[in-house]
């Protein structure tokens, strides 16, 4: 039996598996390439950016975020903070904060419909089986000795259409689960400049020591020339 004869032994909920099996390769290929993009290491641009605040302020730090357009989450967190550094770090934290909830949003974009895939495909596979054996057992009320070729028809089905859900559910978990942990570390350097960078901001001048009230004043011996 060749696989086309499968497919054709399976019925048309296979149809829908295989449907389903494009979908999880696609989503799952197009989330590893965005954030292969976004996972680009951004603690050089940090470090910089750190070190820029500490000698020029945060409006030459922004300008150097800006000339270097690096794509990762932690860029985007680190310009959002220097942008409103200006009003105060209350407002830098907000403007971070605004910053990461949106980067959340784009690096975990997509793996709730793998998760969803997962979830449905054993389903999926589930009813075929169950559409199978149905089949299977209409043979046995429409024929008083039904013949193994009769037989096979709904218990291909119902095996088929089980392993395609089988296939599919598992493709669609591991590919959430590889993606989501590459998402995770990401985040966390996104995370970590929210933390830092107030710190930059609130860190105090070096102080000069004030002269002392109490310093004794230098003596000055005074002569006076007499007449002899």
Same mark, same amino acid.
């Given at each position: 039996?060749? @696989?086309?004869?499968? +497919?054709? !032994? ?11 099996s +494009? ?12 954030l292969?993009r976004?996972? =680009?290491? #951004?603690?050089? %641009? ?28 932690? =860029? ?15 407002? !830098?934290?907000?403007?971070?904060h ?5 980067e ?6 997509? *793996?709730g !419909?793998? $998760? ?6 054993? *389903?999926?596979?589930?009813? $075929? ?15 008083? !000795?039904?013949?193994? #070729?009769?037989? =096979?028809t709904? @218990?291909?089905? #119902? ?10 559910? +598992?493709? =669609? ?5 590889a %993606? ?49």
């Open positions: 039996m060749t @696989i086309l004869d499968l +497919v054709r !032994a399976a019925g048309p909920l296979l149809w829908v598996l295989l449907a389903l +494009v979908y999880v390769v696609y989503l799952s290929v197009a989330r590893a390439q965005a292969s976004l996972g =680009a290491d #951004a603690r050089t %641009l940090v470090e910089r950016a750190r070190a820029v605040t500490a000698e020029s302020g945060p409006h030459a730090a922004l300008a150097e975020v800006d000339r270097a357009a690096h794509p990762s989450p932690a =860029a985007q967190v680190l310009r959002a903070g220097l942008a409103r550094a200006d009003r105060g770090v209350p407002a !830098a934290e907000s403007a971070m605004s910053a990461l909830l949106h959340d949003a784009r690096l975990y974009a997509g *793996l !419909a793998l $998760g969803t895939a997962a979830q449905v495909a054993p *389903l999926l596979g589930l009813l $075929g089986t169950v559409i199978g054996m149905v089949r299977s057992f209409l043979v046995f009320s429409q024929t008083t !000795a039904p013949t193994p #070729a009769q037989l =096979a709904g @218990i291909s089905e #119902a095996l088929i259409n089980t392993a395609a859900g089988l296939i599919v559910a +598992v493709i =669609a978990y591991v590919a959430r689960g %993606l989501r942990a590459r998402a995770d570390r990401i985040m966390v350097q996104a995370e970590q400049v929210g933390e830092d960078l107030p710190g930059w901001l609130t860190r105090p001048a070096p102080a000069t020591s004030p002269a002392r009230a109490d310093t004794p004043m230098p003596e000055v011996a005074l002569t006076f020339g007499g007449a002899q």
